[in-house]
C-alpha cells in the first residue's frame, strides 16, 4: 500500500503516539511475582558488565554462610544463565511491540527515461496504506504476544524458584541421610567385630556370625548408595543455582526445618488456582490474542495490498506531471483461506484455555492432597514412631545393664532406631517438596515429585524380619 496523505499520516501518528522502550525491558512482571509468591525475591536482568559484577557479589555473600533455602532461591533467580537467557525473549517481544506501534518507513522510487532527444525523470513517495490502516490490530497484536511473553517468563521465574527450593531440600536431607547411613554402619561394624570374637573362643556359631557380618555388609552397601545420592543431590543444586568453580564448595545445614505446627488449610483451593495461575492466565490471553488475529485476518482480506501515492515526472520537452495512483489487489483466487486459519486458531485457543483450567483443577487438587498426606506421615514419624523406637531402646539398655538381654539384641534395636530417624528424615523431605509443589499448583503447573518408597525391611540377630 502506498500513500502520502499528510492528514492520514499525521491521525496515525496521533494514534500510536511515541512508542518507545521501558526501562526494565518487561521484567516488571516477573518481579513482582517473584516478590509475591516467593518470599520477597529479587528478580534482575544483568544486561551489562557492571551489573553482573553485582550479582557476583551478591552471590558471593550469599554463599559465605551456610545455605539455606531462602537464599538459594534468591542465587538461583540472581545467577542462573538459562533464566537469563529466557529475559532476552522479553527484549525480541518489546522490540516487535516498539516496531509495531511505529510507523513504517516512507519509500521513495526514482526513474530516468530515454526516448530521442526526449528525457523523462520519474520520482514517487509513498507509505504502505494498508499499514497504516491496520496498525491499530498489529499493535494490539504485539502487545498481546508481549504480554503473554512477560507471563510466560513470569512463570518460567517461579517454576525455577521453586526447582531450587526442592534441590535444596533434597541436598539437605541427602545429607542427613550419610550421616544416619554411617552411624548404622558402624552399630553394624561393632556387632560384626564382636560376632567374630566370640566365634573365636567358642561361644557363636558360624551361622550367627554370618548373619552379623551379613548385616554389616548391607550397611557398608547403603552408606555408598548414601553418598552417592549426596552427590547427585549436591550437584542438581548446583545447576539450579548455575554455580561453578570455587562457587561449588557452599556448605549446606546440618538438617532439614522442623514441620510447621499446622498443615495448611485451604478449602477453597481450586478457586484460588484459577484465579491466580500463570498458565490460566496465559491460555486466557492466548484466547483474547487469537480473536484480535481473526479481526485482523477479516479486515485484510479486502484491504490487502491497496497502494496509494502521488508522482512528480518531469521531461525537457513536456511541463512537469503531477498526480496519484491507487493500485489494490482483486480477492479472487484467495478470498478468504488467511481468515479461515484464523477461525482455527480462534477455537484451537479456546479449547486449550479450557483444558489448562480443567488440569489446573486436577493439579491443585493432587497436590494439596499430597501435602496433606506427606505432613501427617512426617508427623506421624515425628511423634510416634521414632519416640517408641527410642524408648524400646532405653529400656533395653536398663535390661543389658541388667545382664537380662546380650549385647547383640542391643546393637538390634540400636540400628532399628537409627533407622527410624533416617525414614523419619525421608518423610520430612516428602512433606517440604510437597510443601514446594503445593506453592507452585497455586501459581503455575507443578512438576510434583513422588513420595518415597517405604524403608526396606531390616534383621536382627535372629534373621527375623522388623
Known amino acids: 500500500m502506498k500513500l502520502t496523505s499528510p492528514t492520514l499520516v499525521a491521525s496515525a501518528a496521533l494514534v500510536t503516539g511515541c512508542a518507545g522502550f521501558s526501562a526494565d525491558g518487561g521484567l516488571g512482571p516477573a518481579q513482582q511475582a517473584a516478590q509475591q509468591h516467593l518470599g520477597g525475591k529479587d528478580v534482575v536482568w544483568a544486561r551489562s558488565d557492571a551489573e553482573r559484577d553485582r550479582v557476583d557479589a551478591r552471590v558471593a555473600e550469599l554463599l559465605k554462610a551456610p545455605l539455606a533455602a531462602d537464599a538459594a532461591v534468591q542465587i538461583a533467580l540472581l545467577n542462573h544463565r538459562g533464566l537469563q537467557a529466557s529475559f532476552h525473549e522479553l527484549g525480541i517481544g518489546e522490540a516487535e511491540?516498539?516496531?509495531?506501534?511505529?510507523?513504517?518507513?516512507?519509500?521513495?522510487?526514482?526513474?530516468?527515461?530515454?526516448?530521442?532527444?526526449?528525457?523523462?525523470?520519474?520520482?514517487?513517495?509513498?507509505?504502505?496504506?494498508a499499514r497504516i490502516i491496520a496498525m491499530p490490530w498489529l499493535r494490539d497484536a504485539a502487545r498481546s504476544r508481549f504480554e503473554a511473553t512477560q507471563g510466560a517468563v513470569a512463570l518460567r521465574v517461579l517454576e525455577h524458584g521453586a526447582a531450587a527450593r526442592k534441590a535444596w531440600v533434597q541436598a539437605v536431607a541427602a545429607q542427613e541421610g550419610v550421616r544416619y547411613a554411617q552411624q548404622v554402619m558402624r552399630a553394624a561394624e561393632a556387632s560384626a567385630e564382636l560376632a567374630r570374637r566370640m566365634q573365636q573362643v567358642g561361644n557363636f556359631s558360624t551361622l550367627q556370625r554370618s548373619r552379623e557380618q551379613a548385616f554389616y555388609a548391607d550397611a557398608a552397601l547403603g552408606v555408598a548408595r548414601a553418598e552417592q545420592a549426596e552427590r547427585a543431590a549436591r550437584e542438581k543444586l548446583i545447576r539450579a543455582l548455575g554455580l561453578w568453580g570455587t562457587q561449588t564448595g557452599f556448605l549446606l545445614p546440618e538438617r532439614l526445618p522442623d514441620l510447621p505446627a499446622q498443615a495448611k488449610d485451604l478449602p477453597d483451593v481450586e478457586r484460588t488456582a484459577l484465579a491466580q495461575r500463570l498458565d490460566v492466565q496465559g491460555a486466557r490471553l492466548a484466547a483474547q490474542q487469537s480473536a484480535a488475529q481473526l479481526g485482523l485476518a477479516r479486515t485484510s482480506r479486502w484491504t490487502g495490498d491497496v497502494e496509494l501515492g502521488i508522482e512528480r515526472n518531469s521531461s525537457n520537452e513536456a511541463p512537469t506531471q503531477r498526480g496519484w495512483e491507487l493500485g489494490f489487489t482483486l480477492p479472487i483466487f484467495d478470498g478468504g483461506a488467511v481468515a479461515t486459519q484464523a477461525e482455527h486458531v480462534q477455537r484451537q485457543a479456546l479449547l486449550r484455555a479450557e483444558q489448562t483450567a480443567i488440569d489446573a483443577r486436577s493439579e491443585?487438587?493432587?497436590?494439596?492432597?499430597?501435602?496433606?498426606?506427606?505432613?501427617?506421615?512426617?508427623?506421624?514419624?515425628?511423634?510416634?514412631?521414632?519416640?517408641?523406637?527410642?524408648?524400646?531402646?532405653?529400656?533395653?539398655?536398663?535390661?543389658?545393664?541388667?545382664?537380662?538381654?546380650?549385647?547383640?539384641?542391643?546393637?538390634?534395636?540400636?540400628?532399628?532406631?537409627?533407622?527410624?530417624?533416617?525414614?523419619a528424615i525421608d518423610a520430612q523431605r516428602d512433606f517440604w517438596l510437597a510443601d514446594a509443589d503445593l506453592d507452585m499448583a497455586l501459581i503455575g503447573k507443578p512438576q510434583m515429585a513422588p513420595m518415597a518408597a517405604p524403608a526396606s525391611s531390616m534383621s536382627n540377630d535372629n534373621g527375623e524380619a522388623h
Do not use: C, W
Open 364 to 423: 491443585v487438587r493432587e497436590a494439596y492432597g499430597a501435602y496433606r498426606t506427606a505432613f501427617d506421615i512426617a508427623r506421624h514419624h515425628r511423634d510416634e514412631i521414632v519416640p517408641l523406637r527410642k524408648r524400646v531402646l532405653d529400656e533395653n539398655v536398663l535390661r543389658y545393664n541388667g545382664m537380662l538381654i546380650g549385647v547383640f539384641e542391643l546393637l538390634g534395636d540400636a540400628r532399628l532406631q537409627i533407622a527410624s530417624v533416617n525414614a
Open 97 to 129: 511491540l516498539v516496531q509495531a506501534s511505529r510507523l513504517p518507513n516512507p519509500g521513495f522510487s526514482f526513474g530516468k527515461f530515454k526516448a530521442g532527444e526526449e528525457r523523462e525523470i520519474e520520482r514517487g513517495f509513498h507509505f504502505s496504506l
